[in-house]
């Protein structure tokens, strides 16, 4: 089972290059329980970036540039398949 409804889609954020940003995801309830990846402007991220920790459904970066601005989708998939968030975007200035 995977519903369509996230119970916590991301939220637009707005930082200052250098600050910390975060992300929040709520995937929707599923059996068995969905994991979370993210996707920036339509393409998969990467954890192998090591400013980027997704953990529990949130994506944190640590010292944000303008090249992390973007569109970002919160991606939760089990067995069922995938469902995609709303889009949320990080605006850096």
């Keep these: 089972v995977l519903r369509d ?11 200052a290059a250098g600050e910390p940003a975060v992300l929040e995801c709520v ?3 599923g059996h068995p329980e969905p994991t979370v990846s993210w996707k920036k402007n ?11 920790t997704i953990r ?11 090249s992390d601005a973007g569109i970002y989708v919160c991606v939760a998939t089990n067995m069922v398949g995938e469902r995609d968030s709303e889009p949320a975007e990080l605006v850096v200035f």
């Excluded at 529990?56 to 303008?66: E, N, S, V, W, Y």
């Design 5 to 15: 409804d996230f119970r916590q889609p991301p939220g637009d954020v707005v930082v």
């Design 27 to 29: 995937p929707p309830r």
């Design 42 to 52: 339509g393409a998969r991220l990467s954890d192998k970036d090591e400013r980027v």
């Design 56 to 66: 529990g459904g949130k994506l944190m970066m640590a010292t944000t540039r303008k």
